[in-house]
């Protein structure tokens, strides 16, 4: 999936070369020995894998925090599934931290959706990893696992 452009479509980096993915797998495996990292999502009813979501540090000023992060194959993207909204509602659930965060790009209007009904405050653009981001701040009934 790292390598499909339509799944990559809102990833910064988009799709990644053979080396890159497997390098972006094996850093997804690192930060889950921690409790953090992108879990995959399976349909329980078929056992297909049709995206991750999940929680990973990334810099902000200088500064680490974490951030929610989800993805999902096309086919299953704003189709009223919810399965971004429930994954993600899942993962903020088991979290203990003070705060979360999330970036989108502006025109992922699906995403931006999911981060509302979420409860996420979006605090304007800002440039992380050198593109600009719409973020957003989820400071608010966060418990569970990491922090």
Do not use: W
Not at 41 to 49: A, C, E, G, H, P
Request: net charge positive; charged share 25%; hydrophobic share 40%.
């Amino acid at each position: 999936m790292l390598q499909d452009s339509v799944f990559m479509a809102y990833s910064e980096a988009g799709a990644l070369a053979t080396d890159r993915a497997v390098a972006r797998y094996r850093e997804i495996l690192e930060y889950s020995k921690s409790g953090l990292g992108k879990k995959a999502l399976i349909l329980k009813d078929t056992n297909q894998i049709i995206g991750y979501c999940g929680i990973e540090p990334f810099e902000l000023d200088g500064k680490r925090e974490l951030e929610l992060g989800y993805r999902l194959i096309a086919s299953y993207r704003g189709h009223g599934h919810g399965y971004a909204t429930e994954a993600a509602r899942a993962v903020i659930s088991a979290f203990a931290g003070p705060k979360l965060f999330a970036y989108v790009e502006s025109e992922n209007t699906k995403s931006l959706n999911v981060l509302v009904k979420l409860g996420f405050e979006e605090l304007g653009l800002r440039q992380i990893k050198e593109k600009s981001y719409l973020l957003f701040l989820r400071a608010e009934n966060c418990r569970g696992l990491g922090g």
